[in-house]
């Protein structure tokens, strides 16, 4: 991104308490976030462009590095001056990425993405709530897990953002075709063992030196068919020393905590799946036309299920289309953000310096307007 548009910073906070059990390896453990956060250095936009903050939320065994190269071609995206980006941020959940460098240690087997939705809201929060902060749209973006947790924070504060875009979310998951585990309560985490032992061979941490790593990455991880410069930027950006041995190599992101994070799914799902129904904001759907992540149940729901929900498909798109196919997800953002700030103008949450009095008096005004659209004469006038 062009330094003299945007100033980066990286920041770090503390990551939301309490969180589910077991997912720290003490109950006196607290954990960490790292993210970006990108402010526009540009304060005189055109006078009716709309400000926009941007959240992203990667999927499992990624990281906040696979948005940057969306960065630079969303901030050119509106030639006719309708929205100018203001904030943007890029959140490493707890176990992924610098996250998962600082956690080291302290992470237990419980993952739950929806610790991971508090996570965000609380970043988001703390960029977004000052008092200081100019009117604006907040649109979460999110793929896969980051897909599930956009939704997640609708659900847990439904007035923070106003335009989600999921792609590729997941919801609904594949079960055993057995039925699952003999005796294993309703709810309980499983996964079935293919599906485990893909992931294995997909998620690999560890290697010899640096060249098993950049090859490891290119032709068997999940990555092989990641755009070029997407690819590189992960290479870089996951590539850590390994303790000991000089010429080792390690990912940021652990195996395990990788695997935990679809080990995990069942625990959580149904909190999400039972509240979606609520969820009342344009929902922009985006799923890739081949994709088979998911089954069909999980499009089928979202669909039925979401009150304001827009399907939008990528044909030839997988699964991965965010970090295959990512100038389509680009133009797909700009034509929604464009399109949502069109038709959906921005409230100003400015307001005159009030005194107490007058302040009392405006209530009173609201009250009596609000009382007469609520009032209904009965027949007794007491109870």
Not at 145 to 152: K, N, R, T, V
Not at 345 to 351: D, E, H, K
Request: contains cysteine.
């Amino acid at each position: 991104m062009e330094t003299d548009t945007f100033t980066r910073e990286t920041k770090t906070c503390s990551a939301s308490w309490p969180r589910a059990p077991q997912s720290t390896l003490c109950a006196t453990d607290r954990l960490e976030l790292v993210y970006d956060v990108y402010t526009s250095v540009k304060r005189h936009h055109r006078p009716r462009a709309t400000n926009i903050n941007l959240v992203f939320l990667h999927g499992s065994g990624m990281s906040r590095v696979v948005w940057e190269y969306y960065l630079p071609r969303l901030v050119a995206a509106d030639p006719g001056g309708n929205y100018a980006l203001h904030k943007i941020m890029l959140i490493d959940q707890v176990n992924h990425g610098d996250s998962a460098v600082r956690n080291r240690g302290y992470l237990g087997t419980d993952f739950n993405w929806i610790d991971g939705a508090r996570d965000v809201l609380k970043i988001a929060s703390l960029e977004l709530g000052g008092n200081g902060n100019e009117p604006a749209l907040n649109v979460a973006v999110g793929h896969s897990m980051g897909g599930f947790q956009a939704l997640a924070c609708d659900v847990l504060q439904p007035y923070l953002f106003h335009l989600l875009i999921l792609i590729e979310p997941v919801v609904i998951t594949r079960q055993a075709t057995s039925g699952g585990r003999p005796g294993a309560p309703p709810g309980s985490p499983q996964i079935p063992e293919n599906l485990y032992n893909s992931l294995l061979s997909k998620t690999c941490d560890r290697f010899a030196d640096e060249s098993q790593y950049v090859k490891y990455m290119k032709n068997d991880s999940f990555f092989t068919n990641a755009h070029a410069q997407i690819l590189q930027d992960i290479i870089d950006f996951e590539r850590t020393k390994a303790p000991g041995d000089d010429k080792s190599v390690r990912t940021k992101m652990e195996q395990t905590q990788n695997l935990l994070c679809y080990m995990n799914i069942q625990s959580f799902a149904s909190f999400l799946i039972s509240n979606v129904k609520f969820v009342a904001k344009r929902t922009i759907h985006i799923v890739g036309a081949r994709s088979n992540w998911c089954p069909p149940e999980n499009q089928l729901f979202l669909q039925k299920t979401l009150q304001n929900y827009h399907l939008d498909v990528i044909p030839g798109g997988s699964h991965l289309v965010n970090v295959e196919a990512p100038d389509l997800i680009i133009g797909k953002i700009n034509h929604h953000i464009r399109e949502f700030v069109l038709t959906s103008p921005l409230q100003s949450s400015r307001g005159p310096h009030l005194s107490l009095d007058e302040r009392t008096a405006k209530f009173n005004q609201a009250f009596e307007s609000f009382e007469n659209s609520t009032l209904i004469k009965t027949s007794k006038p007491k109870l």
